[in-house]
T-cell receptor, first 114, second 114 residues
């Protein structure tokens, strides 16, 4: 099992540019989560999907952020336009969607917006 | 709403010392409880879990007992090692619209000195 796969691992971009982060969940998992981690705000849940349907996007900070899950094996988180305050590590996680099942985290994407 | 409160860090210990990291929760119903660990530069990974009252989760010498009467899930280890230096997150499962997400605490950084 390859685990949760995220790409790219590192992204450096300039303010105003569009950024797309990608995630491939573990096969057979039907829940997918996007988190953001910063020193100031800690770990924040941005959005999560169940069976490819967005369930709760209340953590998405602004309209500049959007997420999609077109199929069970792929999700994207897009920031357009990006701002320096978006600099953070973005994690994707997946689970089987049951209460006592663990979430498996990817290695994260470190985003730096200059 | 449901929430998790952890002791603030950092916690600094000498090798072979006893570790306790406090975690308390507020929840309706009977959530499952988790401890996750994040090593430097990595994503979170499950350390242990407990699914009902009085359950004890254990792994790698760490233990935590689900205490419903005190709404606590404190993490303990009898003898820490330098390699245990990491950030530890307490979490509970939360059922929203027939799907589960995790509510994380703010994390506690542990530094073990040789």
């Amino acid at each position: 099992d390859a685990g949760v796969i995220q790409s790219p691992r590192h992204e450096v971009t300039e303010m105003g540019q569009e950024v797309t982060l990608r995630c491939k969940p573990i096969s057979g998992h039907n829940s997918l989560f996007w988190y953001r981690q910063t020193m100031m705000r800690g770990l924040e849940l941005l959005i999560y999907f169940n069976n490819n349907v967005p369930i709760d996007d209340s953590g998405m900070p602004e309209d500049r952020f959007s997420a999609k899950m077109p199929n069970a094996s792929f999700s994207t988180l897009k920031i357009q336009p990006s701002e320096p305050r978006d600099s953070a590590v973005y994690f994707c996680a997946s689970s089987r969607g049951q209460g006592n099942n663990e979430q498996f985290f990817g290695p994260g994407t470190r985003l730096t917006v200059l | 709403g449901n929430s998790v409160t952890q002791m603030e860090g950092p916690v600094t210990l000498s090798e072979e010392a006893f570790l306790t990291i406090n975690c308390t929760y507020t929840a309706t119903g009977y959530p499952s409880l988790f401890w996750y660990v994040q090593y430097p530069g990595e994503g979170l990974q499950l350390l242990l879990k407990a699914t009902k009252a009085d359950d004890k989760g254990s792994n790698k010498g760490f233990e935590a007992t689900y205490r419903k009467e005190t709404t606590s899930f404190h993490l303990e280890k009898g003898s820490v090692q330098v390699s245990d230096s990491a950030v530890y997150f307490c979490a509970l499962s939360d059922l929203v619209d027939s799907s589960y997400k995790l509510i994380f605490g703010s994390g506690t950084r542990l530094l073990v000195r040789p």
